[in-house]
């Protein structure tokens, strides 16, 4: 009766004290697209995603009723970085939805045009005013709209005190010169709205900050832009946090928290003793620092961990013990800092470059591509599911196995159309019209025999192919109900392996993962190796390995396809999620290698593709391959068959 009694009286003393307008709520899904579209548009980096943001403690002033109810402590505000924009997810400020939606897409506008300075939070905001108006003058009777609305809801300075009426002050102050006397956008430059809003006296305390003062209000026209500290990285959707334990079958599909939070790194100090808890009295009004009472069971599978972490400032991240492992489990979207660079020496293996997108330049051997043979296991030496793993992976694959090689013999058995012939079989349309074009130019000499026909031909192809899979730790989740994504991997290499040996065209599967700067290359299969029993098995056991630094995976299969004399060289890349490291390859620094990774296999005359069932995929993929060179796969269990399209289209016209 009691929680009961309490549960009523919170959700009513919640209402009551709830000063947003929920009745004209825009959700950040709704318009995500289009805010993409217009960060981009203004000149926004390509590389900055649009996150939802992570509540943060906030200032201003509080009625009795939001004291009573502790609301009003926390909001979700606009913040950009180099790596992400960050937006609220829900936006209710306003009586009115439009207003509540051109705010979006106002921060998204602003977003484009922001540059961090010394000057300051303030001085900052207002400059990237200016720019988003004049880049984007159909806005500025939206933004009036909206800077008149949101100083209607200002407090009032002459009701506070000491430093945060100061700076107040001046929040109103540059708001109403970024309007103009007429209340439309002023037109004069940034550092006129700058001393017009400072006046003749000196500056607010906290108004040239880096970050909004914490004493303050927040200002939903502005945005906090952020300059990462050195070392600071996104991990891509919580893949240090997420995906380091397997999950069980009969385990519920993982949820996704798509906020941004920041964490740290820290150790666990919990006792080694299951069965001990020792008293932490201390640790009881602390949400902040890392608690862990070991338990002998896993968590409970009702717990809210994003309710969870929504009442904590700082997310701690430990390394889980060996052998455990948790059967509820949530992703998180971190804003983490990293280890340092490990400069130590990473052992043997061939020296591979990585690009350093903040100096500019190409590192030369600093990583190290580590080559690994598994040998097949004697049968004796191994259990009676590993032996028969080939086998039934045979059984079980056979229907799609014969669809995928017919359709792989067919593209050697097909004829292939040769054009610009003197004499053939049919008429080139394309070619008879540039004839009948160049004929009315005098300059082009006539009376040659014109080359307007084609015939269909037999020709050798001439194409060889690496394929590089993904075996990151992140492929131990389940991607469908009853599999895995390394059992969905490993169905793909053994069909698609069936497939190209049918063609005949020449191919090398690698695997590929790794530990900082040491990448290890699992040859599952070479060039010149036959698709045997070996190789199947190779293939069969391939299991979930550690980390994706992607850039240093393309370039070593862009030296074996360097090797091939064929005239067209394919580089196959299946993964299924964003490159990340333990060290500084994670976020922004390992998608600009992995780009000028493809760039420089472009440049070498290779074509890579990549083949992916990550859900985030348009978000970054696009600027990493083009937009014609990755194709995203929406059902995980029909990736075999995908695969088998991405090949076809790709190699149809290969002679």
């Given at each position: 009766?009691?929680e009961?009694v309490?549960?009523?009286?919170?959700?009513?003393?919640w209402r009551?004290?709830?000063?947003?307008?929920?009745q004209a709520?825009?959700?950040?899904?709704?318009?995500q697209?289009a805010?993409?579209?217009l960060?981009?548009?203004?000149?926004?980096?390509?590389?900055?995603?649009?996150a939802?943001?992570s509540?943060?403690?906030?200032?201003?002033?509080?009625?009795?009723?939001?004291?009573?109810?502790g609301?009003?402590?926390?909001a979700?505000?606009?913040?950009?970085?180099?790596?992400?924009?960050?937006?609220?997810?829900v936006?209710?400020?306003?009586?009115?939805a439009?207003?509540?939606?051109?705010?979006?897409?106002w921060?998204?506008?602003?977003?484009?045009?922001?540059?961090?300075?010394?000057?300051?939070?303030?001085?900052?905001?207002?400059?990237a005013?200016?720019?988003?108006?004049?880049?984007?003058p159909?806005?500025?009777?939206?933004?009036?709209?909206?800077a008149?609305?949101h100083?209607?809801?200002?407090?009032?300075?002459?009701?506070?005190q000491g430093?945060?009426?100061?700076?107040?002050?001046a929040?109103?102050?540059?708001?109403?010169?970024?309007?103009?006397?007429?209340?439309r956008?002023?037109?004069?430059?940034?550092?006129?709205?700058?001393?017009?809003?400072a006046?003749?006296?000196?500056?607010?305390?906290?108004?040239g900050?880096?970050?909004?003062?914490?004493?303050v209000?927040p200002?939903w026209?502005?945005?906090?832009?952020?300059?990462?500290p050195?070392?600071?990285?996104?991990?891509?959707?919580?893949?240090?946090?997420?995906?380091?334990?397997?999950?069980?079958?009969?385990?519920?599909?993982?949820?996704?928290?798509r906020?941004?939070?920041?964490?740290?790194?820290t150790?666990?100090?919990?006792?080694?003793?299951?069965l001990?808890?020792?008293?932490?009295?201390e640790?009881?009004?602390?949400?902040?620092?890392?608690?862990?009472?070991n338990?002998?069971?896993?968590?409970?599978?009702?717990q809210?961990?994003?309710?969870?972490a929504?009442?904590?400032?700082?997310?701690a991240?430990?390394?889980?013990?060996?052998g455990?492992?948790?059967?509820?489990?949530?992703k998180?979207d971190?804003?983490?800092?990293?280890a340092?660079?490990?400069?130590?020496?990473?052992?043997?293996g061939?020296?591979?470059p990585?690009?350093?997108?903040?100096?500019?330049?190409?590192?030369?051997?600093?990583?190290?591509a580590?080559?690994?043979?598994h040998?097949?296991?004697?049968?004796?030496?191994?259990?009676?599911?590993?032996a028969?793993?080939?086998?039934?992976?045979e059984?079980?694959?056979?229907?799609t196995?014969r669809?995928?090689?017919?359709?792989?013999?067919?593209?050697r058995?097909?004829?292939r159309?040769?054009?610009?012939?003197?004499?053939?079989?049919?008429?080139?349309?394309?070619?008879?019209v540039?004839?009948?074009?160049?004929r009315r130019?005098?300059?082009?000499p006539?009376?040659e025999?014109?080359?307007?026909?084609?015939?269909?031909?037999?020709?050798?192809?001439?194409?060889?192919?690496?394929?590089?899979?993904?075996?990151?730790?992140?492929?131990?989740?389940y991607?469908t109900?009853?599999?895995?994504v390394?059992d969905?991997?490993?169905?793909s290499?053994?069909?698609?392996?069936?497939?190209?040996?049918?063609?005949?065209d020449p191919?090398?599967?690698?695997?590929?993962?790794s530990?900082?700067?040491a990448?290890?290359?699992?040859?599952?299969?070479?060039?010149g190796?036959?698709?045997?029993?070996?190789?199947r098995?190779?293939?069969?056991?391939?299991?979930?390995?550690?980390?994706?630094?992607?850039?240093?995976?393309i370039r070593?299969?862009?030296?074996?396809?360097a090797?091939?004399?064929?005239?067209?060289?394919l580089?196959?890349?299946?993964?299924?999620?964003?490159?990340?490291?333990?060290?500084?390859?994670?976020?922004?620094?390992?998608?600009?290698?992995?780009?000028?990774?493809?760039?420089?296999?472009?440049?070498?005359?290779?074509?890579?593709f990549?083949?992916?069932?990550d859900?985030?995929?348009?978000a970054?993929?696009?600027?990493?391959?083009?937009?014609?060179?990755?194709?995203?796969?929406?059902?995980?269990?029909?990736?075999?068959?995908?695969?088998?399209?991405v090949?076809?289209?790709?190699?149809a016209s290969?002679?």
């Amino acid at each position: 009766m009691e929680e009961w009694v309490g549960q009523r009286w919170h959700r009513f003393i919640w209402r009551a004290a709830d000063t947003s307008f929920t009745q004209a709520a825009v959700r950040l899904e709704q318009v995500q697209r289009a805010v993409q579209l217009l960060f981009r548009a203004g000149g926004g980096d390509p590389l900055v995603r649009v996150a939802p943001a992570s509540a943060e403690k906030v200032g201003g002033p509080r009625g009795w009723l939001q004291k009573l109810a502790g609301q009003g402590e926390r909001a979700s505000v606009g913040t950009l970085d180099e790596q992400t924009l960050a937006l609220p997810p829900v936006i209710a400020v306003f009586p009115d939805a439009t207003l509540n939606r051109d705010l979006y897409l106002w921060l998204a506008a602003q977003g484009a045009c922001h540059v961090a300075t010394p000057a300051g939070w303030l001085a900052d905001n207002l400059a990237a005013t200016q720019r988003a108006l004049a880049r984007f003058p159909g806005l500025e009777t939206r933004y009036a709209r909206l800077a008149r609305a949101h100083l209607a809801q200002r407090p009032d300075p002459a009701r506070l005190q000491g430093t945060p009426r100061q700076t107040e002050q001046a929040i109103q102050d540059a708001l109403r010169a970024s309007l103009g006397a007429t209340g439309r956008p002023a037109t004069h430059p940034a550092g006129a709205v700058t001393a017009a809003a400072a006046g003749s006296g000196p500056a607010a305390p906290g108004a040239g900050g880096a970050r909004q003062p914490a004493d303050v209000a927040p200002v939903w026209v502005w945005l906090q832009a952020l300059q990462a500290p050195a070392g600071q990285v996104t991990p891509p959707d919580g893949a240090d946090a997420a995906d380091v334990a397997a999950r069980r079958p009969q385990d519920k599909q993982a949820q996704q928290d798509r906020k941004r939070r920041r964490a740290q790194r820290t150790e666990d100090t919990s006792s080694k003793h299951g069965l001990v808890m020792f008293f932490r009295a201390e640790s009881i009004l602390s949400w902040s620092e890392f608690v862990r009472v070991n338990r002998t069971a896993d968590d409970e599978d009702n717990q809210d961990y994003s309710q969870v972490a929504d009442d904590m400032e700082e997310l701690a991240l430990a390394q889980r013990k060996p052998g455990e492992t948790l059967a509820a489990r949530v992703k998180f979207d971190l804003d983490l800092p990293s280890a340092a660079a490990d400069d130590l020496p990473v052992g043997e293996g061939e020296p591979l470059p990585e690009w350093d997108y903040q100096r500019g330049q190409l590192l030369p051997e600093h990583c190290r591509a580590q080559r690994l043979r598994h040998r097949p296991v004697p049968p004796d030496a191994i259990e009676i599911e590993a032996a028969g793993a080939v086998p039934a992976l045979e059984k079980r694959l056979r229907s799609t196995s014969r669809q995928v090689r017919r359709r792989f013999e067919a593209l050697r058995a097909a004829p292939r159309w040769q054009h610009g012939l003197t004499q053939g079989d049919e008429l080139d349309l394309d070619a008879w019209v540039r004839h009948q074009v160049d004929r009315r130019d005098a300059r082009q000499p006539h009376g040659e025999a014109p080359a307007i026909y084609a015939r269909r031909v037999r020709a050798e192809r001439s194409l060889s192919t690496v394929m590089l899979a993904d075996l990151s730790l992140s492929t131990d989740a389940y991607a469908t109900p009853g599999a895995r994504v390394i059992d969905l991997v490993r169905d793909s290499l053994f069909v698609f392996g069936n497939a190209l040996d049918a063609v005949g065209d020449p191919f090398e599967m690698l695997g590929f993962s790794s530990v900082r700067r040491a990448v290890r290359i699992h040859e599952l299969k070479r060039f010149g190796e036959r698709w045997n029993d070996a190789a199947r098995e190779r293939v069969a056991a391939i299991k979930p390995g550690f980390y994706t630094r992607m850039g240093a995976a393309i370039r070593y299969g862009t030296r074996r396809l360097a090797e091939r004399p064929e005239r067209q060289r394919l580089l196959l890349i299946l993964s299924d999620g964003k490159p990340n490291d333990l060290d500084h390859y994670e976020g922004r620094h390992g998608l600009e290698d992995t780009r000028h990774a493809v760039h420089a296999a472009r440049q070498a005359g290779l074509v890579p593709f990549c083949v992916t069932i990550d859900e985030q995929a348009n978000a970054y993929l696009p600027r990493l391959f083009g937009t014609q060179g990755f194709a995203l796969v929406h059902r995980p269990e029909q990736l075999a068959r995908a695969l088998t399209q991405v090949y076809i289209r790709l190699t149809a016209s290969v002679r």
